[in-house]
């Protein structure tokens, strides 16, 4: 894929390619001090051969505002917003994200709208590991987040998992379990996906162990 489409806001642009480009702006993404998420982005832990696609998004002066990309899982089910990234932010966080100028809000939604009717799968969905503390259960900031997503379009049913923690890694670590919020179509389901479920006092207790090695 190499795809440019006009947004509000600006540019996006699609691709599924190693590039000077994403090179450059990884960069920008890997230089910033206050990304704590950091190692997220370094070329051991993003490829771009791991994505169905990669975006980036540019504001009208050709600066980049976000950038993620579609991670496909199966035939039926694709993590959209993988590795996404706020540009000239403080904080990862979706549940900050409705505090951002309107121009990175509109590069999300459109974002997600392009994924949605360019792709067949039956399951889209948007995941983000726990933090680190001793609450067991969902918390604030993730009841937050979901909020904030389905505003980005008030036409998708989007659903908040809240089960346990879902496994979108293929390891045991506690960070390979995360908060998931899921879109479905074509009748299909989040049990017809079946991705492995890890409950939220096992999470919590795999967290403690894992922080005291």
Request: hydrophobic fraction near 35%; proline fraction near 2%; include cysteine.
């Amino acid at each position: 894929m190499d795809k440019t489409i006009d947004i509000a806001c600006g540019k996006a642009w699609f691709f599924d390619y190693d590039n000077e480009e994403f090179e450059r702006v990884r960069n920008i993404c890997l230089n910033d001090k206050d990304n704590w998420l950091r190692d997220n982005y370094t070329p051991v832990n993003l490829k771009i051969s791991d994505h169905k696609f990669f975006c980036i998004a540019y504001d009208k002066l050709g600066e980049p505002l976000a950038m993620a990309g579609g991670k496909e899982y199966n035939k039926d089910v694709m993590r959209i917003l993988n590795r996404w990234y706020f540009f000239h932010r403080k904080t990862s966080s979706l549940c900050v994200a409705a505090f951002y100028p309107k121009d990175y809000m509109i590069a999300l939604s459109e974002l997600l709208d392009f994924t949605i009717k360019n792709y067949n799968h039956k399951l889209f969905f948007v995941s983000m590991q726990q933090r680190r503390s001793k609450r067991v259960g969902q918390q604030i900031w993730w009841k937050a987040a979901n909020v904030f997503v389905k505003t980005l379009d008030k036409k998708m049913r989007w659903q908040n998992y809240d089960k346990g923690l879902v496994q979108v890694s293929n390891c045991e670590e506690s960070s390979c379990y995360q908060n998931v919020m899921y879109y479905t179509r074509n009748n299909y389901t989040f049990e017809d996906w079946d991705p492995k479920i890890m409950s939220y006092d096992e999470h919590t207790l795999r967290m403690r162990y894992e922080s005291s090695l």
